[in-house]
């Protein structure tokens, strides 16, 4: 089978890239240097000269809080571009499945936990994260429309949680809150540091899951589509618990070996105050995610100590 992965230079790309199920298949993952996702016509001429027989697209414009506020035209704009480009020109080149990644950020920022699907569009979105937002809002219902205007195709789109996990970023400009939170902690019992800071109060609650679980997840879907089982088009992909972020704090220092304080700045912005989502669609299908929080803490600091000083 032939893949045509877009993002395979991130996180979850070389998560996907990783597993098992991909060395079985032909994988075809340029870099955006190769193919410039915002160019539309050089992604439909990619994707008429390739002939892939499933799209997977997990290329975006990615990073936390203070990336996104630092950024909301490019949030939007570059992940609607590479969303619009990818998908609709996958349905003009007659590709027949497609699996798009959104985000749980799409949710609006008040609806009732655990979120669940019916729950996209129903209510005003979370102000730092906007402009994403919309642009994954954009990508689902554009597969979605696809489905309905064509028969023998299957876009589906999964909405993972926040993830973290190997090939992360820990540039605090652009990091999530764990890779961010890895990197402070670890330099501050470098440098002796009596005190840590925590964004905000740290009461805000956030499901992260550990990326090699979403790699898994996307390929078992893809599976039960091959196999004809009936898939629904959109699922949320999580672990099911949600923590504060001063337990993640207490829990990163665990693994690092931090015995220091912590100090809240109760400048810093915070975001939604909970996303927990409602996995029970994929779990339907007979998948969990796997990976507990101190493990996968544990196998990010690894990799952070290895590979991404
Ligand atoms: N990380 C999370 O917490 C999280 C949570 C929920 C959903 N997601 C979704 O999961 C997907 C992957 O996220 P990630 O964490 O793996 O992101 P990431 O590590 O930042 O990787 C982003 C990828 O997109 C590529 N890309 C960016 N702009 C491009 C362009 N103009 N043309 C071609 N490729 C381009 C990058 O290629 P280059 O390196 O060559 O620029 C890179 O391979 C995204 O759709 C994201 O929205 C992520
Ligand atoms: C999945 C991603 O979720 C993102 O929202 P979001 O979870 O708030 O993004 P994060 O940056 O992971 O922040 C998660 C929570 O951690 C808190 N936090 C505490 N300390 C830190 C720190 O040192 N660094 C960071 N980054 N956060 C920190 C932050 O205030 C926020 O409440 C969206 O902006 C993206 O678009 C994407 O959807």
Not at 45 to 68: E, F, L, M, S, W
Not at 83 to 109: D, E, F, K, T, W
Not at 229 to 238: A, F, R
Request: aromatic share 8%; hydrophobic share 40%; proline share 5%.
């Amino acid at each position: 089978m032939r893949i045509f992965l877009t993002g395979g230079s991130g996180m979850v790309g070389q998560n996907l890239q990783a597993h098992s199920y991909a060395r079985e298949c032909e994988v075809l993952a340029p870099s955006s240097r190769e193919l410039d996702l915002t160019d539309q016509q050089a992604v439909l001429a990619y994707i008429q000269d390739n002939r892939p027989d499933v799209v997977i697209h997990a290329a975006g414009q990615v990073g936390g809080i203070q990336a996104n506020m630092a950024d909301p035209v490019g949030f939007l704009v570059n992940n609607s571009l590479m969303g619009l480009h990818v998908i609709n020109s996958a349905c003009q080149a007659g590709v027949r499945h497609c699996v798009n990644l959104a985000s749980s950020c799409m949710y609006p920022r008040s609806a009732p936990n655990p979120l669940k699907e019916e729950q996209i569009l129903t209510g005003e979105l979370e102000p730092t994260n906007e402009g994403y937002a919309l642009a994954k809002i954009t990508a689902t219902r554009l597969c979605q429309y696809i489905n309905r205007m064509h028969d023998e195709v299957q876009y589906l789109t999964l909405i993972p949680c926040n993830l973290y996990g190997h090939h992360d970023s820990f540039d605090p400009a652009h990091s999530h809150m764990i890779p961010a939170v890895i990197r402070k902690i670890h330099e501050a019992r470098e440098q002796g540091a009596e005190t840590v800071e925590i964004w905000g109060d740290g009461e805000a609650r956030r499901e992260f899951m550990y990326a090699e679980d979403l790699a898994d997840c996307v390929f078992e879907v893809i599976a039960q589509v091959k196999a004809g089982e009936p898939v629904p088009d959109l699922m949320n992909v999580g672990l099911g618990t949600d923590y504060s972020i001063n337990e993640y704090y207490q829990a990163i220092a665990g693994v690092v070996g931090y015995m220091g304080r912590f100090e809240h700045d109760l400048s810093k912005p915070v975001g939604m105050r909970q996303k927990l989502i409602d996995s029970s669609r994929v779990n339907a299908l007979g998948w969990h995610a796997k990976t507990p929080l101190d493990d996968g803490i544990a196998k990010t600091y690894q990799f952070f100590l290895e590979e991404a000083k």
